[in-house]
């Protein structure tokens, strides 16, 4: 309840200075995201290749060289393992970010260099590993999904299958909610495209149990947005 009273907070703080100044600006934009887990601060093997989708309102001011950007994202990545002793793992993730920024936006001609950067909260609204295992009767796939304890398989499969998942049926090892940093650079096209990459920095440990580790999400994306 908090955090959705500072967003609404800082939406309203925007929107009062991007009228007063008349240099309110709206943009949407979708790009690439390239995700990379790291455990006890190593990297693990496999990253997570995905798409994200923003809409953004930035309030400028000081003759629209400093703003602040209040957005909502949706991301979708994926990943496949083919290494795991148990068969092919696919894991999917799909959230939806709310980053806050302060930008920077130095007039070149009809460009503009970019420079940004703040904080952001995130929210998993669906995560899934889905396994594709050797069963009596041939392939099975077994899905897990890590956010809403659930799992779900295509066929009936045994008890022993299971096991070998060494899975806790039941419970959750992953929060649901990230956050951490961001930063990030771009170009403006006039006043009507932004290309643009950012880096963000998860600070929080996606284990619910610290006895597991630390697990962090970190992620790079380019994006292109429309301005108007």
């Given at each position: 309840?908090?955090?959705?009273?500072?967003?609404?907070?800082?939406f309203?703080?925007?929107?009062?200075?991007?009228?007063k100044t008349?240099?309110?600006?709206?943009?949407?934009?979708?790009?690439?995201?390239?995700?990379?887990?790291?455990?006890?601060?190593?990297?693990?093997?496999?990253?997570?290749?995905?798409?994200?989708?923003e809409?953004?309102?930035?309030?400028?001011?000081?003759?629209?060289?400093?703003?602040?950007?209040?957005?909502?994202?949706?991301?979708?990545s994926?990943?496949?393992?083919?290494?795991?002793?148990?068969?092919?793992?696919?894991?999917?993730?799909?959230?939806?970010?709310?980053?806050?920024?302060?930008?920077?936006?130095l007039?070149?001609?009809?460009f503009?260099?970019?420079?940004?950067?703040g904080?952001?909260a995130?929210?998993?609204?669906?995560?899934?590993?889905c396994?594709?295992?050797?069963?009596?009767?041939?392939?099975?796939?077994?899905r897990?999904?890590?956010?809403?304890?659930?799992?779900?398989?295509?066929?009936?499969?045994t008890?022993?299958?299971?096991?070998?998942?060494?899975?806790?049926?039941?419970?959750?090892?992953?929060?649901?909610?990230?956050?951490?940093l961001?930063?990030?650079?771009?170009?403006?096209?006039?006043?009507?495209?932004?290309v643009?990459?950012?880096?963000?920095?998860?600070?929080?440990?996606?284990?619910?149990?610290?006895?597991?580790?630390?697990?962090?999400?970190?992620?790079?994306?380019?994006?292109?947005?429309?301005?108007?």
């Open positions: 309840m908090k955090k959705t009273a500072l967003a609404g907070l800082l309203l703080i925007c929107f009062a200075l991007g009228e008349a240099h309110a600006q709206f943009s949407i934009g979708a790009g690439y995201e390239y995700t990379q887990f790291s455990l006890n601060g190593d990297r693990h093997e496999q990253p997570f290749d995905g798409f994200t989708a809409l953004g309102y930035t309030a400028r001011f000081m003759k629209r060289m400093l703003g602040i950007n209040l957005g909502a994202a949706y991301s979708f994926t990943r496949t393992n083919g290494k795991t002793p148990i068969g092919v793992q696919t894991t999917q993730e799909q959230a939806v970010t709310i980053p806050l920024r302060m930008i920077i936006d007039p070149v001609n009809d503009g260099l970019i420079a940004l950067g904080a952001y995130s929210y998993g609204i669906s995560g899934m590993h396994y594709q295992l050797d069963g009596p009767d041939g392939k099975v796939t077994v897990y999904d890590y956010l809403q304890n659930l799992i779900s398989t295509d066929d009936e499969v008890g022993e299958i299971l096991d070998n998942m060494d899975l806790v049926i039941g419970e959750s090892l992953f929060r649901r909610h990230d956050y951490g961001l930063a990030g650079a771009g170009i403006r096209v006039r006043n009507s495209l932004m643009s990459a950012e880096y963000r920095h998860g600070l929080c440990n996606r284990y619910k149990d610290a006895g597991e580790g630390e697990l962090r999400r970190n992620s790079v994306n380019v994006k292109l947005s429309f301005l108007f």
